[in-house]
């Protein structure tokens, strides 16, 4: 009994230490990319550990293929069609329709984000005095 015990316990613990490597092989392949790309900043990491997603990430879950966040309307119908699909009185999957969840609130959080800065920046430009006209 005990020598069952003790295999049960080895092998948890093999699982559990593959599992981690894997994480740990994968973060590291995400921060090499992301420091390759130069892209980024503070910010951007902060939403990621926030939403638990990376941009690119949401992305890929809402076939959003140009970087252009702008086009609103395309990331929202995209939401839409794919949360109603995976619905789970349709027979849709709980799971994916949470990923999708998480990734229309990543590309809602970097709107917000870019937003802030185009505010900020027009204050900036507001408070500059080489902007302001001699009299």
């Given at each position: 009994m005990a020598k069952h015990l003790i295999q049960i316990a080895i092998l948890g613990s093999q699982v559990i230490g593959r599992a981690f490597t894997r994480a740990l092989r994968q973060e590291l392949q995400h921060a090499k990319t992301a420091s390759q790309s130069g892209k980024t900043t503070t910010k951007t990491v902060q939403a990621d550990r926030?939403?638990?997603m990376s941009l690119q990430e949401a992305k890929?879950?809402?076939n959003i293929a140009d970087p252009d966040l702008t086009d609103v309307e395309k990331i929202k119908t995209n939401y839409e069609h794919l949360f109603d699909l995976n619905d789970k009185t349709k027979g849709g999957s709980f799971y994916l329709q949470s990923k999708i969840y998480r990734a229309k609130?990543?590309?809602?959080q970097e709107l917000r984000s870019s937003s802030s800065k185009e505010k900020s920046n027009r204050y900036k430009q507001?408070?500059?005095?080489?902007?302001?006209?001699p009299s």
């Open positions: 926030i939403t638990g890929q879950i809402l609130e990543r590309f809602d507001k408070e500059d005095p080489s902007d302001a006209t």
